[in-house]
């Protein structure tokens, strides 16, 4: 008799994503693995994403909506998917990307034939080194994290045994690199992740309003809180991978700190945002850290900041006026492009009814010659 696979429960936090939510719900249905529960949980969406997993589930049978009457963050929305859960096992994914119909049961057969407590695979549109299969102790698998190679620090893209994880929930408290936090914490409680490289989960890195791409804010900074645990805790106990901690610490400031110059805030807000993460650049400095970041417009904007915040503040609007006016010529040479392309294809429309004239004509010529031969 063949016995039954276990249920995998997928969690899927909602927010927002209405233009999306059903193309990864659909990806989701589409699974392989033959038994699985999906649990959308909707942290008060204000665009219909709630509504439209409510539409979902009503030809889904095996969806489940869970509606926050309040926005309260996504640890929150996974915590209350993982309490949910009945399966054996535990996946995340989140509602703006898909999945391939392979996921699970690639994930589930890599888990079950390492004897291991995660697995994970390779996902395209996030910068991820990858690497070939592979079976790591907990301590390896921070150091994989941190390293980026061949999987990195976030939840999705990996399989979960469910006893591990409701035993290590997320941080509520943490808005932003909240999947640090939690992956830092889980692996050092389990024995054994596996890595298959297969590419089969695609992250959307083109939302504009997504959390990597918007501005600073107080829910966001609580990230500083993560990087100061997680790099101060590794130090102690995982050298090698506080290296590449402190690494991550740093790109991290220094993109904030862009991001916090670029915004409409108030001058006195953006100084106070500026110092506040100069402090935590300066906490977390380290020449050999700064070395590995991949590029040098980052190297460049951690140096700035640690030395002077007017000095950064400075550089960093000039690069933000230059960035302006770049886009701005990039936008004109697209219009003059499609200006010409028009006109080109104008003159080619104006050149081809001008042969076909011409070709009536000459074959009205023709005809008429043709009866004048015919007639003698």
Known sequence: MEKKSPLISVIVPVYNVAPYIRRCLDSIAAQTYPALEIIAVDDASTDGSGQLCDACAESEARLQVVHFAENRGPSAARNEGIRRAAGAYLCFVDADDRVEPELLSTLYASLREAEADVSACGADGIRLAGGPAGVFSGEEAIACMAREIPFNYVPWAKLYAAAPVKACLFDERIYYSEDI?????????????????????????????????????????????????????????????????RRLSLDVDSRWAMLTVESDAERWQIFSLLKRLQSHIRRHYDRKALQLLPERKSRVAVRTLHASVPVFWGMASF?????????KQERQRHQRSKKLLKQGKQCQNRESSAKAGRAVKNGESNAKTSRRVGKL
């Open 319 to 327: 690069y933000k006026y230059v960035k302006r006016w770049l886009r």
């Open 181 to 245: 936090l939690f992956l830092y914490e889980l692996f050092q409680r389990v024995g054994r992740v596996s890595y298959v490289p297969d590419i089969l989960y695609h992250y959307n890195n083109d939302r504009e309003d997504s959390q990597v791409h918007s501005g600073v804010s107080v829910r966001k900074l609580t990230a500083l809180t993560v990087h100061d645990h997680v790099c101060d805790h590794a130090g102690e106990r995982f050298p090698e991978a506080a290296l590449y901690f």
